[in-house]
């Protein structure tokens, strides 16, 4: 199979049982899951995505609108749907993760086994994001970098944080701009996580997520703020491993 700018993959299994799809936070990139294939079970195969705008995609336009991306999406999983598979996004991600189970779901491609979100109040309870689009560059670095989406070393030094802005204020449109439009629920299993200490996301906006499924939403909390993906959190990836063992043995 040809390269797919699209997907990194790592750790390459030659006949997976499950292969997961994972979603970055916005401002992130591939690099948020390098250390997630040692964590979960052989048979998963993590396939990391790697938007426009970013490393090895720096030159390409970043995506700044839903629907634009997750058909893009849908073009480039496409013919790596022929095994069972799991999709996850965090923040940002996960509205991402979400519109594109739905639309793999409604075009009739293989539905996923089970759509895992973290550090995202549901789409249709999440309020309007914060227009950041005229603040200079130190005040949304330091926006950035309170959310915890960007390390303070990386907004420190200038050459590291000019390459990442673009990239990142093209996210931070596009979850501006995203909206929720009900079209019934999916029929895929969610699995959402929060961190107990996360500012943004509380109980009653994890819950809703069952409002979008027929089948059925466990919500799992485990200790930590709004950045479990960004500082590689163990309880994060030690939640995805238990929902993704209800699917796949290890």
């Known amino acids: 199979m040809a390269e797919n700018p699209w997907l990194v993959v790592r750790a390459p299994v030659a006949r997976p049982a499950l ?43 970043a995506p700044r609108r839903m629907t634009p991306l997750v058909q893009a999406l849908e ?30 779901e409604r075009r009739g491609h293989r539905p996923a086994d089970l759509l895992v979100v973290s550090s995202a109040v549901a789409p249709h309870r999440a309020e309007v ?40 204020r093209a996210d931070f449109e596009l979850g501006r701009s995203y909206r929720y439009r009900d079209a019934g629920p999916i029929g895929v299993p969610v699995t959402a996580i929060r961190g107990d200490a996360d500012p943004h996301v509380d109980d009653v906006g994890t819950a809703a997520w069952a409002d979008l499924t027929t089948a059925g939403c466990t919500t799992v909390t485990v200790p930590g703020g709004h950045d ?23």
């Open 228 to 250: 479990l993906l960004a500082r590689a959190d163990p309880g994060l990836l030690g939640a995805v491993r238990s929902a993704l063992l209800g699917k796949e043995p290890s």
């Open 129 to 168: 994001e914060p227009d950041h689009s005229g603040a200079d560059d130190a005040t949304f670095l330091a926006e950035l970098v309170a959310l915890g989406t960007m390390p303070a070393a990386v907004a420190a030094h200038p050459e590291l944080a000019a390459a990442a802005l673009p990239a990142a």
């Open 75 to 104: 073009a480039a999983l496409a013919p790596h749907l022929d095994r069972p598979y799991a999709v996850y996004g965090d923040c940002l991600g996960a509205y991402v993760a979400f519109e594109l189970v739905r639309r793999l």
């Open 19 to 61: 292969r997961l799809f994972c979603l970055p936070y916005a401002g992130g990139n591939a690099g948020a899951f390098e250390t997630w294939r040692a964590g979960l079970p052989r048979a998963v195969e993590v396939n990391a995505v790697q938007y426009p705008g970013r490393r090895e995609r720096a030159a390409d336009p």
